[in-house]
C-alpha cells in the first residue's frame, strides 16, 4: 500500500502527526558525527501506548520503517532518521506515573529526562544510579535503548540493572508488559532484558519500572594528577586490584581539562596530560579506608599528585569538568566520538595504543572515560570542511575498535551500536551469535519495520537512501 500522510494523521488524534518538511529539523538525527539520516514521512507524536500501537500497525500495513526517539542524545546514530520512515518522538510521554517506597521503584514514561528522575525520586530518599554524561538531557526511554552506562556504574551497574518490568508495543502492534516487580521472579524467559540495549529494533517501549536505591552518603573525592595516559590506566588497573568498590573512578586528559576551561573558565589546572577523579560513597571509616586506597594506588602508579579532596567546590568542579567535556570539544570541531569496552587491566595498554593510532594518523584524540569499569571513549576531533582529516578519524575510530577487541574488549560499553558500530559488531560476533540476532529480530519484528539497519549487522547487503551525513 502507497502511505500517505493524511490515512496516518486519521489513525490518531489530532496535532499528533507533523508532516510539513520545515517541522522535521529537530527530528532527522542524533549526535553521532558523520552519521547517515534521511528524510522522513512524518513524525508522530504520541501520548498514550495505544497512539504507539496505531502507529505499529500504519506502519506494518504499509510498509513503512519506524523509527523510535528519545532526546537525540545518541552518539551512534541510531535514531536517525530513514528515507521515507516515521519517527515516533517520545516528548509528550513525559511524566513519573508512580513512586513505590516500601518496593522501591518508579513508573515512568519513555521521555522522563534521566536528570528529572533523580530529582523526583530523591524526594523520597531514593535514588536512581545510572547517569550517563547526558544525564541533564537524556531520556529513560533512550537510555534504555542503548542500555545506557555512566560515572556511577562503576559500582552501581548500567540502565539493564535497574528495570524491572516494561510496557511495549510489539512488531505486530500489539500492546504487552514484560518483566515482573518482585524482588525475584524467573517465570519465562528474560524478555525485558533483552528488550533493555535493542535500539528499538525490537519493540517499541511505552512505559518503564526502574528500581531505585536510597540515597547514598555524601561522597569523598580523591584526585590523581597523572603526567601520562598509560600512568593513569596503570592506576586503573591497581586500583581493581585492591579490591575496593569506588563509586565513581573517570579519566579526563588534559585536551579535555583545558576545553572545558577555555569554555566555561572554571580555573582547572590543564598541567597535567591525565586526570583522574576517583570518589567513594562508602559510610564512616570504609569511606577513609576506600580514599586512602585510591590514593595509594593513584602514587603507586606515579601520579605527580594524588589527594583527598578537602575542598568540596574543587571537587565538584573536577566532576562537572568530567560531565562538560564532550560539548567543550565539539565547540573545536567535528567530534567523532568512540565506545569501546575492555578489561581493567588492559586500559593501560588500550590507552597506549590509542595514542599511537593518534600519532599516527596525525589526528587529536581526546580522552575520556569511565575507567574503573574500562570503558574508554576516545573523541577523535577534526578541522570543520578538512575531507582528508576526516577520512584519517574515520582510519582512526576503526583501528581502536581493532584494538579493543584485540585487547578482549567490545566495540560498545554503553552508546550502542546505532549505525556508526555495524563493520565493528561483525568483527565481534561469531557467524552462529550474528544468526542468532537475526532469528530474535525476525521474530519479534517479522515485518522488519522496527528501525531497520540499526544495532546488528545485516546479514545480507542492505542499501539504506540518505541524504550526506551532517
Known amino acids: 500500500m502507497q502511505p500517505t500522510a493524511a490515512s496516518l494523521a486519521d489513525a490518531l488524534p489530532e496535532g499528533r502527526v507533523l508532516t510539513a518538511e520545515a517541522s522535521f529539523a529537530g527530528y532527522l538525527h542524533d549526535e553521532g558525527e558523520w552519521a547517515i539520516y534521511g528524510t522522513p514521512h512524518a513524525v508522530v507524536r504520541p501520548e ?27 552518539l551512534s546514530g541510531g535514531a536517525n532518521a530513514i528515507e521515507g520512515c516515521v519517527i515516533v518522538s517520545f516528548e509528550r510521554m513525559n511524566a513519573v506515573l508512580e513512586v513505590n517506597e516500601a518496593e522501591r521503584w518508579a513508573r515512568v514514561q519513555p521521555g ?18 545510572p547517569d550517563p554524561a547526558s544525564s541533564p538531557w537524556s531520556t529513560i526511554g533512550g537510555n534504555v535503548a542503548t542500555n ?17 518490568e516494561l510496557e511495549v508495543v510489539t ?25 533493555v540495549g ?14 531505585l536505591r536510597p540515597l547514598p552518603p555524601a561522597p569523598i573525592t580523591v584526585a590523581g594528577m597523572f603526567d601520562s595516559l598509560v600512568d593513569a590506566g596503570r592506576a586503573v588497573a591497581l586500583v581493581a586490584e585492591s579490591g575496593i568498590s569506588p563509586s565513581v573512578l573517570e579519566l579526563v586528559d588534559h585536551h579535555c581539562l583545558k576545553a572545558v576551561d577555555d569554555w566555561k573558565h572554571m580555573g582547572l589546572s590543564t598541567d597535567a596530560n591525565a586526570v583522574l577523579i576517583g570518589r567513594t560513597d562508602a559510610p564512616g571509616e570504609q569511606g577513609a579506608f576506600e580514599a586512602a586506597e585510591l590514593a595509594r594506588c593513584f602514587e603507586e602508579a606515579g601520579a605527580s599528585v594524588a589527594a583527598v579532596s578537602a575542598d568540596e567546590q574543587e571537587s565538584e568542579a ?55 569499569d574500562g570503558n574508554l571513549h576516545p573523541l577523535i576531533i577534526t578541522t570543520p570542511g578538512d575531507d582528508a582529516a576526516k577520512a584519517r578519524a574515520h582510519e582512526a575510530f576503526t583501528e581502536i575498535i581493532d584494538a ?42 517479522p515485518h522488519g519495520i522496527l528501525n531497520p539497519g540499526r544495532a546488528i549487522p545485516p546479514l545480507g547487503i542492505v542499501i539504506l537512501q540518505a541524504r550526506e551525513p551532517y
Do not use: F, Q
Open 112 to 129: 522522563v529526562v534521566n536528570d528529572d528522575l533523580r530529582a523526583h525520586v530523591a524526594r523520597h530518599g531514593l535514588w536512581y544510579p
Open 318 to 372: 573536577l566532576y562537572a569538568a568530567r560531565r562538560l567535556a564532550y560539548p567543550a570539544l565539539e565547540r573545536l570541531g567535528p567530534v567523532l566520538t568512540e565506545d569501546v569496552c575492555v578489561p581493567k587491566a588492559k586500559v593501560p595498554e588500550v590507552l597506549a595504543r590509542i595514542e599511537e593510532i593518534a600519532a599516527a594518523h596525525s589526528v587529536l584524540i581526546a580522552n575520556i572515560a569511565h575507567a574503573g
Open 148 to 164: 545506557a552506562g555512566g560515572m556511577c556504574c562503576v559500582k552501581y551497574g548500567v540502565t539493564r540493572d535497574y528495570v524491572l
Open 404 to 445: 579493543a577487541l584485540a585487547a578482549g574488549g567490545t566495540v560498545s560499553g554503553e552508546h550502542g551500536v546505532g549505525t556508526l558500530k555495524l563493520d565493528g559488531l561483525r568483527k565481534e560476533l561469531s557467524p552462529v551469535s550474528l544468526a542468532l540476532h537475526h532469528a530474535v529480530k525476525n521474530a519479534l519484528d
Open 198 to 211: 535493542s535500539e528499538g529494533t525490537l519493540a517499541v517501549v511505552t512505559e518503564i519500572v526502574v528500581r
Open 48 to 74: 498514550s501506548a495505544e497512539e504507539v500501537a496505531a502507529v505499529v500497525r500504519w506502519c506494518v500495513e504499509t510498509g513503512t520503517p519506524l523509527v523510535p526517539r528519545g532526546a537525540g542524545t545518541g
Open 171 to 195: 512488531g505486530t502492534g500489539e500492546i504487552t508488559r514484560l518483566g515482573h516487580r518482585t524482588a525475584k521472579g524467573v517465570a519465562g524467559y528474560d524478555l525485558a532484558g533483552l528488550i
